[in-house]
């Protein structure tokens, strides 16, 4: 070995390892557990030094090299130790800010999503305000039009009565001449003739009556000229954190905004002729006054608060309705299983809808656009889905999850279904015993199969119907343990009513102040909880 050579480049402790190197590895450092790094270039040695300049660990052998020549050394138990300080420093700082700036993102998602929803509800409502007004003004107008062309045709059929009355005055002055002249033609009284003027002249050239008739003319609907009355939206900003933050309340005081009665109480008992041989199914209210009902029979029934029968209404079909629905506009919307179709009575009248071919409805949802949204089962291939329509045409189709698996259970099981106030849809699916939620496009976004901790003394999670308020909170029947299931809009459980003395609960709806009403299947009562502080 050249020492000089290598003591030209090297610190005195860097010529000691030099010289050390001719003994094994493990004699350097007597007990050490350390392994060193077999040098790549020169396998018969290891790397006692590390080069700055190249970043890599090299042996004596290297030092003596033109590659490192200049290069500055270091050795490398030195370089060991300030790379395990690096290292716990940056251990240190993931472990106190940057997964903490992770979690905090990550906390304040489920918020920004709330307020998404809200902001879509929100802009959803202003649309169909505008849409109103919009509708409003056209109406308007268009009564106006009518108006302009009622009087232009009552002026017009003013002027051809009274022509025609002077035609008819005509005719008879002139039938009273041609009588007149007869006489005078019969008589030998030359003095008569002698009188006589002729009067043709005065009829001779009647006026025919002209009418000119109005036209409308219909102006072309071009959509940029609707887009400019009705608005635009704004367009779509996603920016990064650091970029753009907003503020949304932490966890805690979201939920404390949500207030849940600590002793709900029964305020009303509405008491019906459902019972054991024709069992309640379906409840729906129509005003805060009044419930429409259906069972196990043909017909829909409207109660009062009272218990009294309002009116009542067959299906179509004289079969069982598997759902009614209340719309916006006051009308009970009905799905019938056994005809394949979803009805609408208004005014006592009953309509059919959308009739399916295939597919079997069992439960029908008045949405927020006026949509309807039809759960149904396949006839063929143990399938499920939800069916979004515009009138009787199709517009969307909610079957799999991202994985295409089944979001719901197949079979002669009830579902009841609530589209929630941030357009999530809520189907309580009795035969899966869960209650399976998806956003207005379809994701899905969380699966509720009753609370973590329920007690072993209560049976497995019965879920029948289904209900949200004006707070996106849902509520869930659960039938045979007699309670209701209260959570939050992204699927926490908040609390249970179970204290109303609930007898097989098997459908919910609320009111316009969000009191709650609940139909018992074998009782066939309604009652009507305050359940909000």
């Known amino acids: 070995m050249n020492r000089s050579a290598a003591g030209r480049h090297n610190s005195e402790g860097e010529q000691r390892l030099l010289y050390q190197r001719e003994v094994p590895i493990e004699q350097l450092i007597p007990g050490s557990s350390l392994i060193y790094p077999q040098c790549i270039k020169h396998s018969l040695k290891y790397c006692e030094l590390h080069c700055e300049q190249c970043d890599t660990q090299i042996c004596s052998e ?5 590659e490192h020549d200049t290069h500055k050394r270091v050795n490398i138990l030195d370089w060991l130790q300030n790379k395990k300080e690096i290292i716990k420093n940056d251990m240190q700082e993931l472990e106190d800010s940057i997964i903490l700036k992770h979690q905090t993102i990550i906390a304040k998602i489920p918020y920004q999503r709330d307020v998404i929803s809200q902001n879509a509800v929100q802009i959803a409502t202003a649309l169909h305000t505008q849409e109103e007004h919009l509708h409003r003004e056209i109406v308007n107008v268009s009564l106006h039009l009518k108006a302009v062309l009622y009087e232009m045709d009552s002026k017009h059929l003013a002027f051809l009565q009274n022509q025609e009355e002077k035609h008819r005055q005509s005719i008879s ?15 030998d009284d030359i003095c008569r003739f002698t009188k006589y003027k002729s009067k043709n002249a005065n009829f001779r050239n009647p006026i025919q009556p002209t009418v000119s008739f109005p036209n409308f003319l219909p102006t072309k609907f071009k959509r940029k000229h609707i887009y400019q009355q009705l608005g635009c939206l704004s367009k779509l900003s996603i920016k990064k954190e650091e970029e753009y933050v907003l503020n949304f309340p932490d966890a805690e005081s979201s939920l404390d905004g949500i207030s849940v009665s ?79 179709s979803i009805n609408i009575v208004r005014n006592s009248q009953i309509s059919e809808v959308i009739k399916l071919e295939g597919w079997r409805p069992r439960n029908v949802c008045s949405a927020l656009y006026d949509d309807f949204l039809v759960f149904m089962d396949s006839d063929t291939d143990r399938q499920s889905k939800i069916v979004r329509y515009c009138g009787n045409i199709p517009k969307q189709s909610i079957s799999l999850n991202d994985e295409g698996q089944p979001l719901y259970s197949y079979g002669p099981s009830f579902k009841y279904m609530s589209e929630n106030r941030n357009l999530d849809i809520c189907v309580a699916d009795w035969g899966a015993s869960a209650v399976v939620v998806v956003n207005h496009a379809g994701k899905h976004r ?88």
């Not at 290297?62 to 033109?66: F, I, K, L, N, R």
């Not at 029964?266 to 009902?293: C, F, M, P, Q």
């Not at 009970?332 to 056994?338: K, M, R």
């Open 62 to 66: 290297c030092c003596t090299s033109a």
């Open 262 to 340: 600590e002793e709900p109480k029964v305020v009303t008992y509405i008491h019906t002729n459902y019972g054991d041989a024709n069992k309640l199914r379906s409840v729906t209210a129509l005003t805060d006054t009044e419930i429409w009902t259906c069972g196990e029979d043909k017909t829909m029934k409207l109660y009062n608060l009272q218990g009294e029968l309002i009116k009542s209404i067959q299906t179509k079909s004289k079969k069982t309705p598997s759902d009614i629905e209340v719309t916006r506009s006051g009308d009970i919307v009905y799905a019938d299983y056994n005809d394949l």
């Open 446 to 533: 969380f699966t509720y199969m009753g609370p973590p901790s329920s007690s072993s003394s209560t049976k497995a999670f019965d879920p029948y119907g289904i209900t949200t308020d004006s707070q996106s909170r849902i509520l869930i029947a659960d039938c045979f343990n007699h309670r209701i299931h209260i959570l939050h809009q992204d699927g926490q459980f908040l609390c249970f009513i179970c204290s109303c003395g609930l007898e097989r609960p098997v459908d919910l709806c609320v009111d316009s102040k969000d009191n709650l009403f609940v139909a018992e299947r074998f009782t066939g009562n309604v009652k009507k909880i305050q359940y909000k502080r």
């Open 173 to 187: 002055e002139i039938q009273q001449l041609i009588s007149d002249l007869n006489d005078l033609l019969l008589s």
